[in-house]
Nanobody, 114 residues
């Protein structure tokens, strides 16, 4: 049974930092973070693909850092210089076999920046 469990969300003032964690019950190579704000479509924030290649949304480049603790099988998203427009529910997701389809999703963790 695959489980992705996010943690680390919360409320922070603009300019502050948060670190999101996604603990996975299964090893995945291709994983990522997505977010969805009220009334908006879900968007890709940062993803990790084959050979550890990391891609960031333009809106978070230079502020967010994606990493993976391979020993603990945890995907991390360090978020610095947060802005009010970063407010959203953040979701961790994973692809089976790097198929290109994110078939596994966590329950989400709320990030609020004021």
């Amino acid at each position: 049974h695959v489980q992705l469990v996010e943690s680390g969300g919360g409320s922070v003032q603009a300019g502050g930092s948060l670190r999101l964690s996604c603990a996975s019950s299964v090893w995945f190579t291709c994983m990522g973070w997505f977010r969805q704000a009220p009334g908006k479509e879900r968007e890709e924030v940062a993803t990790r693909g084959t050979q550890g290649r990391i891609t960031y949304a333009d809106s978070v480049k230079g502020r967010f850092t994606l990493s993976k603790d391979n020993l603990k099988n945890i995907l991390l998203l360090q978020m610095d210089s947060l802005k009010p427009e970063d407010t959203a529910m953040y979701y961790c997701a994973a692809q089976s076999g790097c198929s290109g389809v994110y078939g596994y999703w966590g329950q989400g963790t709320q990030v609020t920046v004021s």
